[in-house]
């Protein structure tokens, strides 16, 4: 079982900036994949950003360029930092660890979610 808790959402002006952190306990070794998806209200939770263990990363094509996901894995934390944030980056965002079982199965663990509002 692998824990996962978001901090550093919030309120923020448009073309400002964010940071937003995950813990992962008790290692973040514990999972293959580390990411951050999005939720708005009626819509699918989306991938937004992915950090492998050897820190390649691959990004939804919207934030590539504002959004920069990085991982410190002495601290067992994964980071995302948000640049030049829009309205429409609102949303609640959730830490996803991913850890692969076999080449057709995974378990997916999940953080409590946290808010994210950008203001126009």
Not at 105 to 111: E, F, K, L, T, V
Request: hydrophobic content about 30%; some cysteine.
């Amino acid at each position: 079982q692998v824990r996962l808790v978001e901090s550093g959402g919030g309120l923020v002006q448009a073309g400002g900036s964010l940071r937003l952190s995950c813990g992962a306990s008790p290692s973040i070794n514990a999972v293959d994949l580390m990411g951050w998806y999005r939720q708005t209200p009626g819509k699918q939770r989306e991938l937004i950003a992915r950090i492998g263990k050897g820190g390649d990363t691959d990004y939804l094509d919207s934030v590539k360029g504002r959004f920069t996901i990085s991982r410190d894995n002495a601290k067992n934390m994964v980071h995302l930092q948000m640049n030049r944030l829009k309205p429409e980056d609102t949303a609640v965002y959730y830490c996803n660890g991913r850890r692969i079982v076999s080449s057709v199965s995974s378990r997916d663990y999940w953080g409590q979610g946290i808010r994210v509002t950008v203001s126009s």
